[in-house]
C-alpha cells in the first residue's frame, strides 16, 4: 500500500479545514504538486476528473497509511467494501503525481466520478475556498 497522497482541495494545508489539520498531523508534507487532469467545482468542494489539464495539489508521506486512509474513505464519502464505484462520489486511485522539484512519484488520489455535467471546470487547476 502506498503512503503517499495527493489532495487538491478542502484537504490542501492551505485551507485550514480540521480534516486538512488532521491530516497534517499525520502525514509529512513533501510540498506541491500536480497531476493530470481537470478540476471541478462541484459545491463547496471540488472534484477532480479525468483530462489532459493540470490540477495543482500537495503531497503528503503517511505516517500510518491504513489508519489515514480510512478516515480520507469515509470524509471522502466512500462506503468500505462497496464494489459499486457509482453510488460513491469518488474513487482512491494511485496516480502518477509531479512534484515541484521535478521527481514523479506515484500517490494515492480521490477521483471524483459522478456526473460533473452541470460542474464548472476550474480553469488554472488550482482550488481555492469559495
Known sequence: MSDLIFVYGTLMSHT??????????????L???T???TLYRISWYPGLGEGA???HGEVFRLRAPA???AWLDAYEGIVPGDADRNRNEYERVQRPVMLA???RLDAWVYLYRADVSGCSPVADGRWTTP
Request: glycine content about 18%; overall charge negative; hydrophobic content about 45%.
Open 101 to 103: 522539484d521535478g521527481r
Open 16 to 29: 485550514g479545514t480540521p480534516k486538512a489539520v488532521q491530516l497534517a498531523a499525520e502525514a509529512d508534507s
Open 31 to 33: 510540498g506541491a504538486a
Open 53 to 55: 489539464g493540470t490540477v
Open 67 to 69: 489508519a489515514s486512509l
Open 35 to 37: 497531476i493530470a487532469g
